[in-house]
């Protein structure tokens, strides 16, 4: 079976009613992000941060994976696929998606505060001051914060070489590194980019572009590439 590697952003869960970060009415429009999703805003308002993502992830326990999601796991019956997501959600994998890599981490999983490596997965949407982990320290959200190393990048560089089908859907590839790792795709790989705008993309023989939303492009590419419907 081929190699297909999905690079999803934000768009991909907007039509789930996850809000953006860029797109206008989103998050950077309400929160000035230096506050609360840095290092020091960690250090300066633990409580501003908890229940920032507190009340983030309490919206991701009421949404629901969308058509894109499902396609997406759809496809696992007809090619090898991986998902590298700039997205903390977790719809790809309540979709059905087994191989996800997440560049900037995951909302429902909270960390140690002193061993990065203990990583916890949160029943509830709610992370409070005095939750620690098994060492005794405060656990923080598992999400990788403005002026911190986006570990994953490393393994998703690889993933992106060994794809022989790109799909490229939901992201303004205006964020780096992640925006970076088109770059990675083979010369001759077939890339596909879903996006109902303008994505910033070369114009180039292998690199195919779908004007439509999410939902609307993954239903037409799932048929395209597979013969069968979604």
């Not at 229940?51 to 019956?77: I, T």
């Not at 997440?102 to 990065?116: C, F, I, N, Q």
């Not at 490393?154 to 780096?176: C, F, K, Q």
Request: aromatic content about 8%; charged content about 20%; glycine content about 6%.
């Amino acid at each position: 079976m081929q190699n297909l590697v999905v690079l999803s952003g934000a768009g991909m869960s907007a039509e789930s009613g996850i809000p953006t970060f860029r797109d206008m009415g989103g998050i950077w429009e309400k929160y000035d992000l230096t506050t609360v999703a840095s290092p020091d805003a960690w250090e300066n308002n633990r409580e501003l941060v908890l229940r920032f993502y507190n009340e983030r992830r309490k919206k991701l326990f009421e949404c629901h994976p969308n058509k894109g999601h499902k396609v997406v796991a759809q496809l696992e019956d007809y090619f090898n696929v991986t998902v590298v997501t700039q997205n903390v959600d977790d719809l790809h994998e309540r979709a059905g998606s087994s191989n996800v890599l997440h560049l900037h981490g995951e909302l429902k999983k909270a960390r140690s505060t002193v061993d990065p490596s203990l990583i916890y997965e949160l029943s509830s949407w709610e992370l409070k001051t005095g939750d620690l982990c098994d060492k005794g320290s405060q656990l923080r959200p598992h999400i990788v914060w403005f002026g911190e190393s986006v570990d994953n990048i490393y393994p998703a560089v690889d993933i992106i070489r060994s794809a022989d089908i790109l799909i490229v859907a939901g992201t303004s590839l205006n964020v780096y590194p992640a925006a970076g790792l088109i770059d990675f795709a083979s010369f001759n790989t077939p890339v596909y980019v879903i996006d109902p705008g303008h994505p910033k993309v070369d114009k180039s023989s292998n690199i195919t572009v779908i004007q439509k939303s999410v939902t609307e492009g993954f239903a037409l590419l799932f048929d395209d590439l597979t013969g069968q419907n979604s």
